[in-house]
């Protein structure tokens, strides 16, 4: 069987976002399963994140998996100066599917070339986090019916926010339109702009951010400015709240309109917006269990067959 | 020019001036021991002024063809016997680069583990380089070489 990593949402194709799409649809039907009972998952977390990391665990957990591995790199050999390659074929030797977050880019591919198991980017930098990516697309999915002819308004950090650029890569298959509100200091990059021309993506790009701007969207995607991606704080107080969602901005916006943000939010989304029924970034997180249920299944060879007429489905009495 | 021909060897002509010596370094010419003519600055009607580097007695690999196709892309390499030029081999730009040229991101993979670079040439044109791991792109000129 070919091994099947998940590594970039870049490498898949439409069929393949949406058979993904149709997997998690089904674990959102029965998350609790017995499919992937005497498996191993191996969680490796270079860098802290809890929220992805407890994510990865509870679908490992809800379908059977047992769960080894590390929150952070001070807790490993990683500390005494062991190389990455070093510590991804020891915990092949134990896992059958290993799930890594690591601050340095790239650092995913690299592994996923060298290990005899499946990996999972689970966050690579500044650059790629296709789980959230998977989830961010499945939420769409969900709340507009389909993925196809969408106006999407990327919101805030532009620049250093990973998962808007995998949702650009990823939603190249479906005739978006983009809209790219950031400060200039934070708008997106040259590369990703070049991306869009190259596959045919329209995209506009405004620093306002107002009732008046985001009327049009389907889908309003907030991101948070993130203090760690700084290496100037001078910078980062100077824009950090610059672009703040408050409720009172959402009398004109389409009655389809979903609020998502990756969480997690520091102040982006005013507090009175969660009550608005636009509101979505709470059910979107819970979607993000659906989504890696799906991708440890892909990665392990699980088909949607397999999850249609899976027999270990848990039907809790309670 | 004011220094004899070469019965065998590796004339390697039109190189962009200021890349003469990059050149020199790039096959480790320094650490030769034959006989090496090396111009500089010398007119070209093509590129204005140009480096030329006679080499005796060495031919190069492929693969150390495609590590001078980094620092000048246009370059020719006339092979010579018998003081004839039997071969004329243009540099080609190849579709990847592995171990040749840095990423200039401290934060890629391949600036932080023992391993060999990799880049996909995506603008052979434009001279464009894009990191096989990181993605981040590079400019051909600018590049460090490992």
Redesign the interface.
């Known amino acids: 069987m070919k091994k099947h990593n998940f590594v970039t949402i870049a490498d898949l194709n439409k069929d393949e976002i949406m058979y993904l799409i149709q997997m998690a649809q089904e674990f959102e039907k029965h998350p609790n399963r017995d499919l992937l009972k005497g498996k191993v998952v191996a969680t490796l977390f270079y860098e802290p994140s809890t929220r992805t990391r407890l994510s990865f665990e509870t679908a490992a957990s809800r379908l059977g998996a047992r769960v080894i591995g590390f929150s952070d790199a001070k807790a490993s050999s990683v500390s005494k100066g062991e190389t990455l390659k070093d510590t991804i074929l020891m915990v092949s030797n134990y896992a059958d599917v290993i799930a890594m977050r690591h601050y340095i880019e790239g650092a995913a591919q690299y592994a996923s070339e060298i290990a005899p198991v499946p990996i999972i980017n689970a966050g690579d930098g500044a650059h790629m986090h296709p789980s959230q990516c998977l989830l961010d697309l499945y939420s769409i999915y969900k709340t507009q019916g389909t993925l196809e002819n969408l106006n999407i308004y990327l919101v805030g950090d532009l620049k250093y926010g990973r998962t808007v650029h995998s949702l650009i890569m990823a939603m190249r298959h479906f005739n978006p339109t983009f809209h790219f509100i950031a400060p200039a200091e934070l708008a997106m990059p040259q590369e990703y702009k070049l991306y869009c021309n190259q596959y045919g993506i329209k995209f506009q790009e405004h620093t306002e951010f107002n009732e008046n701007v985001i009327a049009d969207a389907d889908i309003l995607y907030m991101t948070r400015v993130q203090k760690e991606r700084f290496s100037d704080l001078m910078e980062y107080e100077h824009v950090k709240d610059v672009y703040i969602l408050q409720n009172d901005m959402l009398g004109m916006a389409k009655e389809n309109m979903k609020i998502l943000h990756p969480l997690p939010r520091v102040n982006e989304i005013a507090y009175d917006v969660d009550d608005n029924p636009h509101a979505y970034y709470i059910q979107q997180a819970q979607n993000g269990l659906y989504a890696r249920e799906a991708i440890f299944s892909y990665c392990l060879g699980i088909t949607l067959d397999d999850i249609i007429n899976d027999k270990t489905i848990i039907k809790s009495k309670y | 020019m004011l220094v004899s021909a070469i019965e065998n060897g590796t004339v390697i002509d039109h190189i962009p001036a200021e890349k003469t010596y990059q050149v020199v370094d790039l096959l480790g010419l320094r650490e030769s021991d034959t006989p090496v003519t090396i111009g500089y600055n010398l007119p070209s009607k093509k590129i204005g002024r140009k480096g030329i580097i006679k080499i005796t007695n060495k031919f190069f690999s492929n693969e150390e063809i495609s590590r001078l196709s980094v620092v000048a892309p246009k370059i020719v390499l006339n092979v010579i016997k018998d003081y004839e030029v039997v071969e004329k081999k243009t540099v080609e730009t190849p579709d990847e680069l592995h171990g040749i040229v840095k990423c200039n991101?401290p934060?890629?993979?391949?600036n932080?583990?023992?391993?060999q670079t990799y880049f996909n040439v995506v603008d052979k044109e434009h001279g464009v380089l894009k990191?096989?791991?990181?993605?981040?792109?590079q400019d051909i000129a600018n590049v460090k070489l490992c």
Do not use: A, G
Not at chain 2, 112 to 115: I, R, W
């Open positions: 991101n934060k890629c993979i391949t932080n583990e023992p391993m990191c096989h791991y990181c993605d981040k792109e």
